[in-house]
C-alpha cells in the first residue's frame, strides 16, 4: 500500500520563491498554492496539475483571519487535513524609519508575522490531531544584520525568527517542527519592483558584498524549504537557516 500522500499549503505562492517551492514540492506532496493574487495562484496551481502534480490555488490575505480560515477550510475540502506549512507571504518596504507612516508599518508587520501567526494557528490543529507537523517561516538575512530604510520590513523578519523559536517550543512536543529559512538577496519580481528601473547597477553593487558574487535564484531557497519540511530535518526546530552566498558568517 502507497503512503499516504501529504499536503502542504504555501503563502504568496503566486509568484517569486512560493512559486518555485510550490513547484518543488510538488513532486512529493498536495500542494495548496494560497496567494492574494487568487488569479495567479490559480494560474500557477493550473501549470503543476498540468504537469501531473497535485494542486490547488486559493485565493487568501493572510492578515485577515476570516480569509485565512477559509483557505485552510477550502484546502482540507479539497486534501483533507494539512500536514506542512510555509509562511513566506511577504512585501517589500524601502525609506527611512523616521518618516515611516503608520499604515506603512502595519502593512509591512502585519502581512508577514500576523499573516504567519494567523496561518500557523489555522494549521496547527490538524498537525495536532496528526501527531505531527512541519512549519517553516520566511524570514531574511535582514532578521539578523538590520537593514537601512527597512526598518519594518527588518523588524518583521526578526519577530518571524522570535514566533518560529516560541511556536518550535511551544509544539515539540506534539511532534510539530518549526524553522525559518533567512535569504539573502534573490532574484524574484519582489526584488526587482523593490528596486525599480535601477536594478542593472543596483545588482552590480549588492552582489559585491555577496561573498558568492550573485543573487540567489528562487529555486535554491525552494530546496532548503524541502530539506526543513522533509524527515531529513527530524531533529531540527527552532532554527534559522541562512541561504545568503556567503554574506552572514557571523
Ligand atoms: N527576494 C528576496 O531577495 C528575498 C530575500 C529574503 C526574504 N524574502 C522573502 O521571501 C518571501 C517571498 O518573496 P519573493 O521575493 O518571492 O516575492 P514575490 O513578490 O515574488 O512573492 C510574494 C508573494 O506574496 C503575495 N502576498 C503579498 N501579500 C499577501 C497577503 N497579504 N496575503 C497573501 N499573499 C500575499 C504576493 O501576491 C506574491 O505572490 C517574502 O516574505 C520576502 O520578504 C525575499
Not at 520590513?153 to 533567512?182: C, D, P
Not at 527552532?238 to 552572514?248: E, F, I, M, T, Y
Request: aromatic share 4%; proline share 4%.
Amino acid at each position: 500500500m502507497s503512503p499516504v500522500r501529504r499536503t502542504i499549503v504555501v503563502t504568496g505562492a503566486a509568484s517569486g520563491i512560493g512559486l518555485a517551492t510550490a513547484r518543488r514540492m510538488a513532486a512529493t506532496m498536495n500542494v495548496v498554492l494560497a496567494d492574494i493574487d487568487a488569479p495567479g495562484a490559480g494560474a500557477a496551481a493550473d501549470a503543476l496539475k498540468a504537469g501531473g502534480a497535485v494542486a490547488v490555488g486559493v485565493g487568501v490575505d493572510v492578515t485577515d483571519r476570516a480569509s485565512v480560515l477559509a483557505m485552510m477550510e477550502a484546502a482540507r475540502a479539497v486534501f483533507g487535513p494539512v500536514h506542512a506549512l510555509f509562511n513566506n507571504a511577504g512585501v517589500s518596504q524601502s525609506g527611512a524609519t523616521a518618516d515611516l507612516d503608520e499604515a506603512e508599518w502595519d502593512r509591512v508587520v502585519n502581512t508577514h508575522v500576523k499573516g504567519a501567526f494567523l496561518c500557523a494557528q489555522a494549521a496547527l490543529p490538524d498537525m495536532i490531531a496528526q501527531g505531527g507537523g512541519a512549519i517553516v517561516n520566511m524570514a531574511s538575512i535582514y532578521a539578523v544584520t538590520g537593514m537601512v530604510d527597512g526598518g519594518a520590513y527588518a523588524a518583521a523578519k526578526a519577530a518571524m525568527v522570535s514566533l518560529t523559536k516560541s511556536l518550535a517550543l511551544e509544539f515539540i512536543a506534539q511532534g510539530i517542527r518549526v524553522n525559518a529559512v533567512g535569504p539573502g538577496p534573490i532574484d524574484t519580481p519582489l526584488l526587482r519592483a523593490a528596486v525599480g528601473d535601477e536594478w542593472a547597477g543596483w545588482k552590480a553593487r549588492r552582489i559585491e558584498r555577496v561573498p558568492m558574487g550573485r543573487l540567489g535564484a528562487p529555486d535554491e531557497i525552494a530546496a532548503v524549504v524541502e530539506f526543513l519540511i522533509g524527515d531529513k530535518a527530524s531533529y531540527i526546530t527552532g532554527q534559522l537557516l541562512l541561504a545568503d552566498g556567503g554574506q552572514v558568517t557571523w
